[in-house]
C-alpha cells in the first residue's frame, strides 16, 4: 500500500478536543490520568476521509516502577 497520509489533513483529538494537526503524536504516561480516548480525522477539504480512536489507561497496580516509554500513535 502507498502512504496517502499527506493528501488529507490529519486532526488529532484527546477526549473530544483538538489538540494537534499533524502526522504523528507521542502519548506518556503523564498525558494520561486514569483513561483517555485518543482519535484521528483525515480530512480532505471539509469532507471527512476516515478516522480511528483507541482508549488508553494509564494503570496503577502496585509497586511503583522504572518510568515507562512513551508510544507513538501514527496515522497512515
Do not use: H, Q
Not at 477526549?15 to 507521542?26: F, N, P, T, Y
Not at 498525558?31 to 480511528?52: H, P, T
Not at 488508553?56 to 501514527?74: A, M, Q, R, Y
Amino acid at each position: 500500500g502507498a502512504d496517502l497520509t499527506d493528501k488529507f489533513a490529519i486532526i488529532w483529538k484527546k477526549d473530544g478536543g483538538e489538540i494537534a494537526r499533524e502526522k504523528s503524536i507521542v502519548v506518556s504516561a503523564a498525558d494520561v490520568a486514569g483513561k483517555a480516548v485518543y482519535r484521528f480525522e483525515a480530512m480532505e477539504g471539509e469532507k471527512l476521509r476516515g478516522s480511528y480512536e483507541v482508549t488508553v489507561s494509564n494503570v496503577d497496580d502496585g509497586e511503583t516502577g522504572s518510568p515507562g516509554k512513551s508510544f507513538w500513535i501514527v496515522c497512515g
